[in-house]
């Protein structure tokens, strides 16, 4: 099995990376191509992969093709390659784009894999959403679910769930750090210095994650678990609740589905 990659920036290096480091697949086969030759030095010096600047090059030797290139880069990179990719290929979407705004661009039936990874796999966290057209075998589908875990958890999701993915893991690190830095802040506030802040809110925030994923209890259960009677817990949690920290949270997240509806 050979995988290529078209586009090798924040996303497509940390899936590569992850490939390798967990040794899911050879770094002899792997190609990525990119047309930033310091963003292809890097992941090369990083895992030795096939580097290129041809897309081309990638298609004729891939058996999947990692289209990870940003969305507006996509009808242009697909004109170039769409004559070239062979009936036996896949075509591994990680942006968010439907099947069909893809095959469209093919102009002819291809094997496309929609997945929609997200920037914790840089760590070997992350989770993918992945779905897939009627032309993708069981084996195949199988095969590149067995690659994105190479970067973390993957789920396999129903086509019309793929906006919610986005929203809830995908664009989803951006709320978090934005906690973080919140919490990091408030703390340097009342004296803490910043490095050492951003260390206890990272931290309790991976260890709180850590937690739901580990215990299996409902969230709310644990926050109950930390807020005691009269508790300096429970006085946080009544201003954040005056605040509307869940009805921002979720209208943020709408947001983000509606947009990734209408690109």
Partial sequence: MKIGFIGCGNMGGALI???VSHKILPAENIIAADLNEKALKK???DTHICVTTSNLMVVAQAEIIVLSVKPQFYETVIKEIRDSVKE???ILTIAPKTIASVEELFTRP???VRAMPNTPALVGEGITGVTCNDLVSEEQMEE???ILSGC???ERVTEHLMDVVVAVSGSSPAYVFLFIEAMADAAVLDGM???QAYQFAAQAVLGSAKMVLETGKHPGELKDMVCSPGGTTIAAVKVLEEQGLRGAVMDAMHACVEKA???
């Fill in 17 to 19: 990376r992850g490939i």
């Fill in 43 to 45: 992941v090369q010096d």
């Fill in 88 to 90: 036996s290929q896949c």
């Fill in 110 to 112: 291809v094997k496309v």
């Fill in 144 to 146: 590149i679910c067995h």
């Fill in 152 to 154: 973390g958890k993957v």
């Fill in 193 to 195: 210095p910043r490095a």
């Fill in 261 to 263: 509806r209408s690109l």
